[in-house]
């Protein structure tokens, strides 16, 4: 499809449908609705105008309240903002539903069909199909759920989009009408923060509504396409999951959380195979299988409904008994209804009794804490702590490997007793699951070798034993200091002895996991992609060296700032340096249900993955293994990119304009997280303690997406002046990896808008540091259009592009509000018992503008 014709039908499909639809809003029989829908238009238009003529949020809402008499009192004019607030978080959730509900038209499923093409391909070439089918042997995509506080859509709120999807797809107006109308009823927010349970709760709705039933279509579409039997391939796609096991920063994650998650975990699986098998069991009622169906229809419904505090992996007994019930068909009734009992079987060996690996996280710090706080009250460690604490290396030496019981002391901090709590209900977890169901360990912060090895030994100080350490230590480097030492700490991991008897013990496997956000916020956007992608090179070199089977696991946000956008294209060219065996990466917030919200999409984007990591080995580009000049120019544009990131970030006012212009400080109020908003919560707010997810959101809702191209523009200048410019546009146009780093940077342009808060330029105190800001853009886009030879940003992506446009005109009047909320905070005379009315407003309309967003936080 041509890109006009994809437009054209995206103006149909899309734009003009939801003009059609939103229509239906006026018809809602709620109060003052339809004046609130009928006004809206004009608002917006307000609002657009005032943003053009450069006014201040405050004299754009005043003028427009100066129109109309009934707006005089202070609470009519919150309450109207309110219902314009509301309004529009409801607009948003219908223009993605009739968006999804286009997804086949608008001409996106083409690239769905490129793993199609590989695999009919492979039909006609058996020697290709051979190497296809060698390569899922050792292949799988991991998609790792995790609870940042970006995740907005209330379940209630998800399954309504659900419904609505396939209302729009049949026009069946009544009934969209009818979801509205839910809609309309049903809340957004939560009137408490959420317990890590509860955000557990929250994400488990994409594995029991989608996930749970598309990687069982992927593997069986694999099968059949490939004519290769189940047993040959491995598990192709992994899940992994976080909330209740990711405790870094987050104080309210206790071993009491990660069980009842476990155990939520493993009861909602059961309903799911139960649901299934009820299927099987009206269908197959022949004579043979009786007593299968029995011994199944028992242990799938006790699991359901009446789980046991502790029990026991199942999963052999279950497969024993549907590939019992399969050979019977198979045998005696001439194959009827077989299809229902391999799908069943696939599933259960997809989940097992788990549904999904439970991860843990800690930071490197407390793990020391927990070390030396044994070490102190336990002689028997035979371990000097005036050596451990002396140099790396005498810490090294000092860890001895030793099997031990013993644990932590009454008086001992409550990080302390939690990380040894959740150590010894690993094992009970996995008794429960399978090893699968809880068998990584993730070290962030991790500087030194010693911070995995000294987590190695708390294992062994906590009754687990040497030869049946059933778990991987994986180490996150985030900073880009962390990263240029990440080699020097494998390297020595692999030559510790006892660490390598581990490696070889796990299969010669060792994963480790590097963060996008952190080194974001750390270095800016060019050297952090820069960064980890040497890094991998880095890493991947060493590996080889030990002969050990790397494994990335790639920690992304949502936007292009925390290594989201166009993220199947860095995975198609690695290049032949990079370990690509693989595919792990974290899904969060807003990208969970964009991307992996519905079964059509979530098919789609895995597919995506999936062929994204077999054509980087099977049908690499020579362009994407970079060359020694190649990695030169690029190492010295991520330099100068650095170098004007780090003058900002070093700039007295750069963390005083964000918190004073942004929502930052209401961040850490909604009830969105059981996570802080900063870390070392109680202490004043500084930028190496404010998470990467705060920060980036922060500048999303400014339009101004400084984390996802400052210091770019700089960098492409100085290669042009250094007439390095047709070495940087052959990059462009033969490197995935750097043609995509580019990309997402014009993604996160597309986003901004300097025009919402060009009032600032005439500020005293911040009126030079917002023009610095938008000349960086100015300057950016000018160099991404050239390298680009575009007229637009984003001119390849021309869906994406129009999709990203309609919903900033949506929530345009959102930010308008939001500005003026927090402006009127810090310089309006506002009576005490108003001020929370006013957090709130501004609290909604973070929810709408990243709702809206898609993948901006």
């Known amino acids: 499809m041509k890109v006009s014709q994809k437009q054209s039908v995206f103006h149909n499909e899309v734009l003009t449908r939801f003009d059609l639809y939103k229509s239906l809003f006026l018809t809602l029989p709620f109060q003052r609705v339809q004046h609130t829908g009928t006004i809206l238009p004009f608002f917006t238009t307000h609002c657009e105008k005032g943003i053009e003529e450069h006014l201040t949020p405050e004299a754009i809402i005043e003028s427009f309240f100066g129109q109309y008499e009934q707006y005089v009192q202070e609470e009519d004019r919150l309450d109207f903002l309110f219902r314009i607030v509301q309004y529009i978080e409801r607009q948003v959730v219908l223009f993605d539903a009739v968006e999804d509900s286009a997804f086949s038209a608008v001409g996106k499923n083409e690239d769905a069909g490129k793993l199609q ?37 209330p379940g209630p709120v998800l399954s309504i989009i659900t419904d ?13 009408q009818l979801l509205l109308h839910q809609l309309g009823k049903t809340p957004f927010i939560n009137k408490e923060k959420p317990t890590p349970t509860d955000e557990a709760a929250s994400l488990a709705w994409f594995l029991e509504n989608v996930f749970y039933k598309v990687a069982s279509e992927i593997q069986s579409k694999i099968d059949s396409e490939l004519e290769v039997p189940v047993e040959d391939v491995k598990q192709l796609i992994e899940l992994g999951f976080w909330p209740g096991g990711d405790r870094d920063g987050n104080p309210n994650v206790t071993a009491k959380n990660t069980r009842e998650v476990a155990t939520m975990l493993r009861t909602i699986l059961f309903r799911c195979y139960y649901r299934d098998f ?21 242990l799938f419904y006790e699991n359901s409904f ?36 391999e799908d069943l079987i696939r599933k259960v060996v997809t989940f097992g009794c788990y549904f999904t690996t439970l991860d843990i996280r800690q930071d490197s710090s407390i793990l020391r804490n927990t070390f030396n706080h044994l070490v102190t009250n336990h002689k028997e460690t035979g371990v000097n702590l005036e050596k451990v604490n002396a140099s790396e290396e005498g810490k090294q030496e000092a860890i001895p490997f030793s099997e031990l019981s013993i644990s932590y002391k009454e008086d001992a901090d409550s990080l302390i007793v939690d990380t040894l709590d959740v150590i010894e209900l690993l094992k009970s977890i996995q008794k429960s699951g399978s090893e699968r169901a809880a068998q990584r360990f993730i070290i962030s912060n991790c500087q030194q070798a010693s911070d995995i090895l000294g987590l190695v030994q708390l294992f062994l100080w906590s009754g687990w034993k040497k030869d049946q350490l059933s778990i991987d230590f994986v180490p996150l480097f985030e900073t880009v200091d962390d990263l240029s030492r990440a080699a020097d700490v494998m390297r020595t991991l692999y030559a510790n002895e006892n660490y390598a008897a581990h490696i070889k013990r796990r299969g010669n496997k060792q994963t480790i996991m590097l963060g996008f956000s952190d080194s974001t916020k750390d270095g800016g956007y060019l050297m952090a992609n820069w960064s980890i992608y040497k890094a991998k090179i880095e890493l991947t070199a060493i590996a080889r060296e030990f002969d050990v089977d790397l494994v990335f696991f790639d920690g992304r946000g949502g936007p292009p700032a925390r290594g989201g956008g166009k993220t199947q294209k860095f995975y198609a060219s690695m290049g032949r340096e990079i370990a690509n065996k693989h595919i792990q990466l974290t899904i969060q917030g807003q990208t969970i249900s964009s991307q992996y919200g519905s079964l059509e999409t979530a098919q789609y984007n895995i597919e995506q993955l999936l062929q994204a990591g077999m054509i980087s080995e099977l049908q690499q580009k020579e362009g994407d293994t970079l060359t020694a000049k190649q990695k030169s120019i690029i190492d010295d544009m991520a330099k100068e990119s650095y170098t004007k990131f780090m003058s900002l970030r070093k700039n007295p006012l750069f963390l005083n304009y964000l918190e004073t212009l942004s929502p930052l400080k209401e961040l850490s109020e909604i009830n969105i997280s059981s996570r802080p908003v900063k870390r070392n919560s109680g202490k004043e707010l500084r930028l190496e303690d404010l998470r990467a997810i705060s920060f980036v959101t922060s500048w999303s809702q400014l339009k101004q997406n400084i984390p996802g191209f400052y210091g770019v523009g700089t960098a492409l200048r100085w290669a042009e002046e250094n007439n390095l410019w047709s070495y940087v546009k052959n990059l462009y146009e033969s490197s995935g990896m750097f043609k995509t780093i580019i990309d997402n940077c014009m993604m996160s342009m597309t986003k901004s808008n300097f025009d919402i808060t060009a009032y600032m330029q005439y500020d005293e105190k911040f009126g030079e540091f917002w023009l610095m800001l938008r000349d960086e853009y100015e300057l950016t886009k000018a160099y991404a259009l050239k390298l680009s030879n575009s007229d637009v940003l984003m001119a390849d992506y021309p869906i994406d592009r129009a999709s990203i446009l309609a919903r900033e005109k949506i929530v345009l009047p959102l930010l308008t509000i939001q500005h003026y909320a927090i402006r009127s905070l810090q310089y309006k005379e506002i009576a005490p018992e108003k001020e929370g009315a006013y957090r709130k407003l501004i609290a909604r309309t973070i929810y709408g503008v990243v709702n809206a967003g898609r993948n901006l936080a």
């Open 117 to 153: 093409s590989l695999f009919q391909s492979a039909n006609d070439n058996p020697e290709l199909k051979e190497k296809i089918v060698d390569k899922l042997r050792d292949f799988s995509v991991r998609l790792v759920l995790t609870a940042h506080p970006t995740q907005f859509y």
């Open 164 to 176: 609505l999807i396939a209302a729009l797809k049949s026009n069946d107006v009544s009934e969209i």
């Open 278 to 298: 009820r299927v099987v069991k009206r269908r197959i009622t022949f004579r043979g299988v009786e007593k299968y169906l029995d011994i199944l229809q028992n």
């Open 306 to 341: 009446n789980p046991q505090e502790n029990p026991q992996d199942e999963t052999a007994k279950i497969l024993e008994n549907l590939n019992a019930i399969k050979e019977v068909l198979k045998k005696d009734h001439d194959g009827l209804f077989s299809e229902l009992v």
